[in-house]
């Protein structure tokens, strides 16, 4: 008899806040009945994959109340404890029953001085699967500020504990496999050929890959892919709602690693 070992679907998606669609529209703000209908294409999206865990970025409070109001998933969504404008947008995860929070080990790293991580933040939260103790992370870089980007990622990576990782995101800079603009240490991940059509930190503004899903070596990747349209004519933005296309990733727990764990555990504690 086979044992189908169990798998963790993951997406991770800069959706586009409200506040940054002027960008596409020559400067003009969306309105009421555009932001609701672009945040229908974007949640249709998402509630027909069926991920376990959604690491998303650009998450407005507009969205998020649509993103509860079809309660299939559980929502951590935080914003800095400080004053900002009624459209500001964070970082959100969202669970489903597959994966149960550790009470509230939820945590925004930010800072206070909006310099040292350049008004960005990330949003980790603790997961129990099964008997795997899951760091799920949630950022958005910055791509102005190098040394912002590094000290956001960096500090990011220290506060996780877990041996099993996952980070998704926009890192906004090439996360090419011939760049990769932050040192993403001992994880792992897989390369597309591009998540955005036109990357505003490139003078060209041609499409580039950034945004990536990181794992810790502890995850077999079973796949990893972004549903995209090409670049050529419009933004992805006029079909999906958003100007990041979204990034998939199937994950399992590495058997071989598994089994050394296991095998320590065993002679640490023989039986009497």
Not at 101 to 129: C, H, M, P, S
Not at 170 to 178: E, K, R, S, V, W
Request: aromatic share 8%; net charge positive.
């Amino acid at each position: 008899m086979i044992t189908e070992i169990p798998s963790l679907k993951v997406m991770s998606w800069n959706v586009l806040a409200s506040a940054a669609v002027k960008y596409h529209q020559g400067g003009k703000e969306e309105t009421g009945s555009q932001r609701k209908k672009r945040h229908s294409k974007i949640l249709k999206k998402i509630l027909n994959e069926n991920c376990d865990l959604i690491l998303l970025q650009e998450v407005d409070r507009d969205f998020v109340n649509a993103l509860r109001k079809s309660k299939k998933y559980k929502v951590v969504w935080k914003l800095p404890r400080m004053k900002l404008s009624p459209n500001a947008f964070g970082n959100a995860v969202l669970y489903n029953d597959k994966l149960k929070k550790q009470g509230k080990a939820e945590n925004l790293i930010w800072g206070k001085d909006q310099t040292t991580y350049d008004r960005k933040n990330a949003l980790y939260v603790k997961f129990r699967w099964g008997d795997t103790h899951v760091d799920a992370v949630s950022l958005h870089l910055s791509g102005r500020k190098g040394k912002a980007r590094e000290n956001l990622f960096n500090d990011t990576l220290d506060r996780l504990n877990s041996k099993y990782k996952i980070v998704g995101g926009d890192f906004n800079c090439d996360m090419g496999p011939m760049a990769g603009c932050v040192d993403i240490r001992d994880l792992q991940t897989r390369n597309v050929a591009y998540t955005t059509c036109a990357f505003d930190y490139d003078p060209e503004r041609r499409p580039h890959e950034i945004d990536k899903i990181l794992v810790s070596p502890n995850f077999s990747i079973k796949y990893y892919k972004t549903h995209k349209t090409n670049c050529r004519g419009r933004s992805p933005y006029s079909r999906s709602g958003s100007d990041h296309f979204p990034l998939f990733v199937t994950l399992s727990v590495n058997a071989k690693k598994s089994r050394k764990k296991s095998r320590k555990k065993s002679r640490k504690n023989p039986e009497k």
